[in-house]
Nanobody, 121 residues
Framework: VQLQASGGGVVQSGGSLRLSCAASGRTFSNYRMAWFRQAPGKEREFVAA????????YYADSVKGRFTISRDNYKNTVYLQMSSLKPEDTAVYYC???????????????WGQGTQVTVSS
């Protein structure tokens, strides 16, 4: 499956952004989808994941209550709605896909190219 992330940009602290990740190549609805992020000098970290059906979602503690992951299996797209953004949310955000559950990068075989999110204070 091929993944294309978009929607990043520069936003002020407290603002909102919505990221999108469009999938192609295989049956999107078969895959668990996730978002990760990587800040300069840091390891890539888990942000959120959603089950293939959309019935279950999972969040890192650092974004719980501020970010919402969702998916539209008809549009082959997964979204990450980010609100109350903080400067520490600044990172390159990556979408990822795989069949099995997990919050680690090695749990996901397919990755998008990343989209930059910069939150200014």
């Amino acid at each position: 499956v091929q993944l294309q992330a978009s929607g990043g940009g520069v936003v002020q602290s407290g603002g909102s952004l919505r990221l999108s990740c469009a999938a192609s190549g295989r049956t999107f609805s078969n895959y668990r989808m996730a978002w990760f992020r990587q800040a300069p000098g840091k390891e890539r970290e888990f942000v959120a994941a959603i089950k293939w059906s959309g019935s279950s979602t999972y969040y890192a503690d650092s974004v719980k209550g501020r970010f919402t992951i969702s998916r539209d299996n008809y549009k082959n797209t997964v979204y990450l709605q980010m609100s109350s953004l903080k400067p520490e949310d600044t990172a390159v955000y990556y979408c990822a896909a795989d069949h099995a559950p997990g919050i680690w990068t090695y749990n996901y075989a397919y990755w998008g190219q990343g989209t930059q999110v910069t939150v200014s204070s």
